[in-house]
């Protein structure tokens, strides 16, 4: 039984992303899609002196009218500097600093301005180091589906990938059918996240930041179990 997922690609998403992901055999990257303005394709939430701080990675010519696969990255050296500024002044003294910043600095640092390749390069690699045992293809233009909407276009791509089970996160669950599904003989389940807390180094826990945080504070082994805390519905 072969179960895919499709998700937009962001960068260094929250750990609910990741449990989907742990959750596949194989993840398909939905990059030909339009980009929106102020959501979490750029852009996530890490802990700054104990409260949620939004880092942002700057983009050429980005608009809600062009898809994320034809937008480039800014292709200044600042912007990745500051990153790894604020990086070590969030988590600094984190038990996983080291390790995680030579990760981190390897993703800002990849050398191709495009948008599509340097989100798909960070989900990869987050996924070699958590060692998930998940394909990620590479980009979504392969399917030449374009011209179908919703449902039709992710029952095609199930189809096109020979996948027996189809998983979404839950928030999703008004959003297909899953006698459609079933008639195209694919299951329909959704992902629905369990509660995820862990010691941030201070009293109050601080919810759905970044994954940096979750890896700042866990080794990989402790974030796979992580990833585990979920429900299939």
Same mark, same amino acid.
Request: proline share 4%; charged share 20%.
């Given at each position: 039984?072969?179960?895919?997922?499709?998700?937009?690609?962001?960068?260094?998403? +929250?750990?609910?992303?990741?449990?989907?992901?742990?959750?596949?055999?194989?993840?398909?990257?939905?990059?030909?899609?339009?980009?929106?303005?102020?959501?979490?394709?750029?852009?996530?939430?890490?802990?700054?002196?104990?409260?949620?701080?939004?880092?942002?990675?700057? #983009?050429?010519?980005?608009?809600?009218?062009?898809?994320?696969?034809?937008?480039?990255?800014?292709?200044?050296?600042?912007?990745?500097?500051?990153?790894?500024?604020?990086?070590?002044?969030? +988590?600094?003294?984190?038990?996983?600093?080291?390790?995680?910043?030579?990760?981190?600095?390897?993703?800002?640092?990849?050398?191709?301005?495009?948008?599509?390749?340097?989100?798909?390069?960070?989900?990869?690699?987050?996924?070699?180091?958590?060692?998930?045992?998940?394909?990620?293809?590479?980009?979504?233009?392969?399917?030449?589906?374009?011209? #179908?909407?919703?449902?039709?276009?992710?029952?095609?791509?199930? #189809?096109?990938?020979r996948a027996d089970i189809y998983v979404n996160p839950v928030g999703g669950v008004?959003?297909?059918?899953?006698?459609?599904?079933?008639?195209q003989g694919i299951q329909l389940k959704f992902l629905r996240p369990g509660t995820?807390?862990?010691?941030?180094?201070?009293?109050?826990?601080?919810?759905?930041l970044s994954i940096l945080d979750v890896l700042m504070f866990n080794q990989p082994?402790?974030?796979?179990?992580?990833?585990?805390?979920?429900?299939?519905?």
């Amino acid at each position: 039984m072969t179960a895919i997922a499709i998700m937009q690609p962001y960068f260094l998403p +929250y750990i609910g992303y990741f449990q989907l992901m742990a959750a596949v055999d194989k993840f398909v990257v939905f990059d030909d899609v339009n980009f929106i303005n102020r959501g979490w394709v750029n852009r996530n939430r890490l802990l700054l002196n104990g409260a949620p701080h939004t880092f942002t990675v700057p #983009l050429r010519g980005a608009s809600q009218n062009r898809l994320i696969c034809d937008i480039e990255l800014a292709d200044e050296r600042s912007w990745r500097d500051k990153l790894m500024r604020t990086l070590r002044q969030a +988590y600094g003294h984190a038990p996983c600093y080291t390790q995680v910043s030579i990760l981190i600095e390897r993703l800002v640092n990849f050398p191709s301005i495009r948008l599509d390749e340097f989100l798909l390069n960070s989900l990869r690699e987050m996924a070699d180091y958590l060692t998930l045992e998940v394909e990620i293809v590479s980009t979504s233009r392969i399917y030449q589906n374009m011209h #179908l909407k919703g449902q039709d276009r992710i029952l095609d791509i199930c #189809l096109q990938e020979r996948a027996d089970i189809y998983v979404n996160p839950v928030g999703g669950v008004d959003l297909y059918d899953r006698a459609g599904f079933l008639k195209q003989g694919i299951q329909l389940k959704f992902l629905r996240p369990g509660t995820v807390s862990y010691n941030q180094g201070k009293s109050e826990y601080v919810p759905s930041l970044s994954i940096l945080d979750v890896l700042m504070f866990n080794q990989p082994a402790a974030v796979r179990r992580l990833l585990g805390e979920r429900d299939m519905l």
